[in-house]
């Protein structure tokens, strides 16, 4: 079984600060990992993923996340934070490639990005 | 590219009505679509995943006779809430894959469709 913990329900940061969202997974064999935001009453949107190769991954909007595989680790960060981006931010892990059933998403963070 | 609608975005609909709600992939064929129900301020619980021209394999728990999910093309996936009740009430989000034997895992999401049972 695979699984996602997001520990923090609710991030806040200052605008122009820079902001980290934790995600770990628990997964058989290699993890493919992805960032959604989701703005309310709104379908998810991917921000990044990662599947081989750089730890570093770079995304949409400015958003990065590091893979860390010693600390089943995947956050997400962003060096200067913008109001524009508090949203519900969810961590995803698919353990199987080339299976498109197998994605499983964490609780989400609220991340709120204070003026 | 890579772009899923939903329909309705919201209804509302008296108890023990049947809901039909669409999912297309409007710029490319879905042989794989997946059907979330999220609960406020909750994450997405995956309730079936669907595939072209096959039934629908649904997660354990949920309702088949329910939740009728039918993939007849490789556009459009629909999901039919029958004899909806007030605790059927949430955010229906689905989502599609390109699939195929070196499937590109990524689903894009639709824009969900909130569903009131009155």
């Known amino acids: 079984a695979q699984s996602v913990a997001q520990p923090e329900d609710q991030v806040n940061v200052a605008e122009g600060n820079p902001l980290t969202v934790k995600c770990t997974y628990s997964v058989s064999g290699n993890p493919y990992l992805f960032w959604y935001v989701q703005y309310p009453n709104r379908g998810l949107q991917f921000l990044l993923k990662?599947?081989?190769?750089?730890?570093l991954v770079k995304g949409s909007y400015g958003f990065e996340a590091e893979f860390n595989k010693s600390q089943t680790s995947f956050h997400l960060k962003k060096p200067s934070a913008l109001v524009s981006d508090s949203a519900l931010y969810f961590c995803?892990?698919?353990?199987?490639?080339?299976?498109?059933?197998?994605?499983?998403f964490g609780s989400g963070t609220q991340l709120t990005v204070l003026p | 590219g890579a772009v899923v609608s939903q329909h309705p975005s919201r209804v509302i609909c008296k108890s023990g009505t049947s809901v039909k709600i669409e999912c297309r992939s409007l710029d490319f064929q879905a042989t794989t679509m997946f059907w979330y129900r999220q609960f406020p301020k909750k994450s997405l619980m995956l309730m079936a995943t669907?595939?072209?021209?096959?039934?629908?394999?649904?997660e354990q728990g949920v309702e088949k006779d329910k939740f009728l999910i039918n993939h007849a093309s490789l556009t459009l996936s629909t999901l039919t809430v029958t004899s909806a009740h007030p605790e059927d009430s949430s955010f229906y989000i689905c989502s599609a894959t390109r699939g195929g034997t070196s499937a590109y895992n990524e689903q894009f999401f639709g824009p969900g469709t909130r569903l009131t049972v009155l």
């Open positions: 995803a892990v698919s353990g199987v490639w080339g299976s498109a059933r197998q994605l499983t």
């Open positions: 669907s595939n072209e021209g096959s039934k629908a394999t649904y």
């Open positions: 990662y599947i081989t190769g750089d730890n």
